[in-house]
């Protein structure tokens, strides 16, 4: 079964848009847990405009399930992580101003500097996962830093599922299996939705985890979190 970790910055997002403390984001995230969810992801951005680093530490404190912190490995985001020590760490390249992740790691250019940072992780014996775009070459150089995982970067999947082009998940069956070939396990994560992740699913071998938070909540507004995250479990069977 391929785990499902619940991304929580947009209830973070939510509180933020209002101030005070509704929704209350730690109350929602062991809600998550109870309804099922192997995990619990949150991606805090140098500007905290969603979730805080605040936040993160309190998570922390509570949790049971598998915590993932994803972000770009700024100084402030590895002193945070090292804090914390979460189950796993996610590296992503975003800029400072990115609404939302929208690259994988080019691997291959900055080989030496991951190599760099997940070796301060993995001495605190943290797992760390490099998002990647489903390219061979960037999966094959993901392997050379000492990642334990790759996360494959979706929204392409996406875009051409919901454009009935659901051949387009080829590159990413294809990298999957280099990147089980050479140790990697691999994640996956960006607009993945119950519309689209049981094909993913199908296509796609070896997958440990899978990363959901935009598609996840807003889904939730109609069907209720509980019964959401539900749905998600028995399509990832």
Request: proline share 4%; aromatic share 6%; net charge negative.
């Amino acid at each position: 079964m391929t785990k499902l970790s619940v991304n929580i910055n947009k209830i973070a997002t939510l509180r933020n848009a209002r101030g005070g403390n509704i929704p209350n984001v730690v109350q929602v995230a062991l809600d998550i847990e109870s309804f099922g969810a192997e995990g619990i992801t949150v991606h805090p951005r140098p500007d905290e405009r969603h979730i805080t680093y605040q936040d993160v530490l309190d998570l922390s404190r509570v949790l049971t399930t598998e915590f993932n912190i994803e972000g770009n490995p700024i100084t402030k985001f590895v002193n945070l992580v090292l804090q914390v020590k979460p189950a796993q760490v996610t590296l992503v390249p975003d800029k400072e101003d990115a609404i939302t992740s929208n690259a994988g790691w080019d691997t291959v250019k900055n080989k030496t500097y991951l190599k760099e940072v997940i070796s301060v992780f993995k001495e605190n014996n943290i797992r760390t996962s490099v998002f990647v775009d489903p390219d061979p070459v960037m999966v094959k150089a993901a392997a050379e830093t000492g990642a334990d995982r790759i996360e494959l970067y979706t929204e392409a999947y996406a875009v051409s599922y919901a454009n009935g082009l659901k051949e387009d998940v080829g590159p990413y069956t294809k990298c999957a299996k280099i990147a089980h070939d050479l140790g990697l396990e691999i994640n996956a994560g960006h607009d993945l939705s119950l519309e689209n992740i049981g094909y993913f699913k199908e296509k796609v071998p070896h997958l440990e985890e899978v990363s959901i938070g935009h598609a996840l909540i807003a889904e939730s507004l109609y069907r209720g979190l509980e019964k959401t995250i539900q749905n998600y479990l028995k399509l990832l069977k």
